[in-house]
């Protein structure tokens, strides 16, 4: 018998616990890939404490450190290798059989407890031991950095024995050589490595090595400082990150050292006005190893859908989603980053309005969004949000558009929901000097009843809500239709006929002389009401719209209201009624309030009056 074999130790890994391999092999993720990024960050973590040795002992330790990736398919092997600090039998014995394996069970008893496995933030703590969800056996040969130092080989079949003996290794390091399952065949397979560690060591700080050559970028752009980056390096770093993306339309470096360590680069995409805020689009890692890109628990959620990483080396990554939600110290990290978004944002207002004004567009359902699920984000933006005007400038802030709002015009607010169906009623507003803002993004409904409620003096009000008093001709421009004959005025005769009218299909008229002698009549729906009917559709509930909400403006100074009052006058009621209805329909369509039935009615009254007009004209002839 050899010396070796004298030397051979057998024994159970714990005998204190149930074998907890079949549940590591067969329950434990959906994402068995996880192991490399254990071993690797394992082996990473061995060069680390090496460096760190030999600085204070002022040994000679060299500096061509490096992970290696071997895949051998006809042995089905793939092998870890580095050149750290190194075990002895009794480091293994410790680290190995005991700590290691503590950490494991302790682990794998979280899974099986777990709800809901899956909320596991990145799968961190099984270390080692991973390697057995896709070997059947796995071996360490080790040779520890001290002097003198014996090698040793340890190996275990998936059960919870090993066997521990001495081994002649000629260079200092460790080298995890897993006997690939059957089942996990896809690993005995060069790209589908290099697909692994690009995605989870991509950013190590060692040169990861596979088949000799490196896959890793070891200095990522969130380590440098950022006054050394210029802005194409920031670009392509995104690119790298987000292949298919567009350029961003800025960023954030982040550089934190108090009260906790956080590094990274937030980007900020080219939104959609509509974007989705149920899925984080920032990658996290830890000491620069990927640990998930979905992972809501740290990120404020109206700042999901920015992207970029962020490397948070303090945060508990062994505990549940919900354990870290209560976590003071995510609390703080998502202050920071609302506080570091939010400076970013004025700064970029401030310093070129001209420019920011075209980020603006891009950005401005993010910002809406933040200010209504973040009160200090609110209070650091709220000055510099701008809306789309009417105004000449293009766009504006609401301070701004209140110096310029007449006094009359008190803390009335105007708006337009559609540039193009409410044109007649922006018209209208902006020829007696009324500046009407453009608010047709989905979340702007929210918006603004959200900005009333931080700010009950203002009133947000739809140019088709309500006719403003500088709309309203004073002087009554009908007064040269009085007839001698007649007791009732104009207006008295109009009001009479059209509610007649309308009054049975439950629409309200009103009779105005507005100082738009073009518009015949207009469509005003209560603001209040419209609202609710909204909020009501978003809810899931779908109220149909009913004309008892409307009130039909009739103007009575336009050029169809005096004819219709002349028509009145002559006994022409049919003809009058035909053209009054028709100004209802104008009014309807242009405030889209057509079904199929009123579009057919609509489309015979006008053929009517073309008859009628066609008549006319023969007669003149």
Not at 552 to 570: C, D, H, M, P, T
Request: glycine share 6%.
């Amino acid at each position: 018998m050899s010396e070796q074999q004298e030397k051979i130790e057998q024994g159970n890994i714990s005998i204190h616990t149930e074998n907890i391999f079949p549940i590591i092999k067969k329950w434990l993720y959906s994402e068995h890939d996880i192991f490399l990024r254990e071993l690797v960050a394992n082996a990473v973590d061995a060069i680390h404490k090496l460096k760190q040795i030999g600085t204070v002992e002022g040994l000679q330790i060299g500096d061509d450190f490096a992970v290696e990736i071997e895949m051998d398919k006809a042995a089905g092997t793939v092998t870890v290798r580095d050149n750290g600090i190194g075990m002895t039998a009794d480091e293994i014995r410790r680290y190995i059989n005991q700590i290691a394996f503590s950490s494991a069970k302790e682990f794998v008893s979280r899974f099986r407890d777990a709800a809901d496995p899956n909320q596991l933030i990145g799968h961190f703590g099984l270390g080692f031991y991973s390697a057995f969800m896709v070997a059947d056996k796995v071996e360490i040969r080790s040779l520890s950095y001290q002097e003198g130092a014996e090698g040793a080989h340890w190996v275990c079949d998936g059960s919870t024995r090993y066997e521990l003996r001495p081994f002649a290794k000629a260079d200092r390091g460790t080298e995890v050589i897993l006997h690939i399952a059957k089942e996990s065949s896809e690993f005995l397979d060069q790209e589908r490595l290099r697909q692994v560690l690009k995605r989870y060591c991509n950013f190590l700080p060692v040169p990861i090595r596979l088949g000799g050559e490196v896959v890793n970028d070891c200095a990522p752009l969130w380590c440098r400082t950022p006054s050394e980056i210029s802005e194409e390096e920031y670009r392509q770093f995104y690119r790298k990150l987000y292949p298919l993306a567009e350029d961003p339309l800025f960023w954030i470096h982040l550089n934190v050292d108090f009260p906790f360590n956080l590094r990274g680069i937030i980007y900020f995409p080219r939104l959609n006005n509509e974007f989705d805020v149920t899925k984080s689009h920032i990658k996290l890692f830890c000491n620069q190893v990927f640990v998930t890109d979905n992972c809501p628990e740290l990120i404020p959620e109206f700042l999901l859908p920015l992207q970029g990483c962020l490397d948070a080396p303090d945060l508990p990554l062994n505990v549940s989603r919900s354990y870290l939600q209560k976590e003071p110290q995510v609390r703080k990290i998502r202050e920071v980053l609302a506080g570091r978004v939010a400076a970013r944002i004025v700064e970029l207002a401030k310093k070129d309005r001209e420019s920011f004004v075209d980020v603006w567009e891009m950005i401005h359902t993010f910002v809406k969004f933040g200010m209504m699920q973040d009160d200090k984000f609110r209070s650091r933006v709220e000055d510099i949000v701008l809306f789309r005007t009417t105004h000449e400038s293009g766009h504006t802030t609401l301070k701004d558009y209140r110096e310029r709002a007449s006094k009359d015009q008190g803390d009335k607010i105007f708006y337009a929901t559609d540039e193009v169906g409410q044109a007649s009623y922006v018209r209208l507003f902006n020829s007696q000097g009324r500046e009407v803002l453009i608010l047709d993004a989905m979340i702007d409904s929210h918006f603004i009843q959200f900005l009333e409620m931080k700010n009950p003096s203002l009133r947000f009000i739809r140019v088709d809500a309500e006719v403003d008093a500088s709309l309203v001709d004073e002087e009554d421009k009908a007064a040269d239709l009085v007839s001698a004959d007649s007791e009732k005025s104009p207006r008295e005769l109009l009001n009479e006929f059209a509610t007649g009218l309308f009054g049975k299909e439950g629409v309200r008229v009103r009779v105005e002389s507005l100082k738009d002698e073009q518009l015949p009549g207009l469509l005003l729906v209560d603001e209040r009401l419209r609202r609710f009917r909204e909020m009501t559709r978003l809810s899931g509930r779908d109220l149909p719209d009913g004309d008892d909400e409307k009130t039909f403006l009739v103007n009575i100074g336009s050029r169809a209201g005096k004819r219709i009052v002349e028509l009145l006058r002559s006994g022409r009621r049919d003809t009058a009624e035909l053209a009054l209805r028709h100004v209802y329909d104008l009014a309807c369509l242009s405030g889209q309030a057509f079904d199929r039935e009123r579009m057919e009615a609509f489309l015979q009254r006008s053929a009517r009056l073309l008859e009628l007009v066609g008549a006319a004209e023969t007669e003149e002839g």
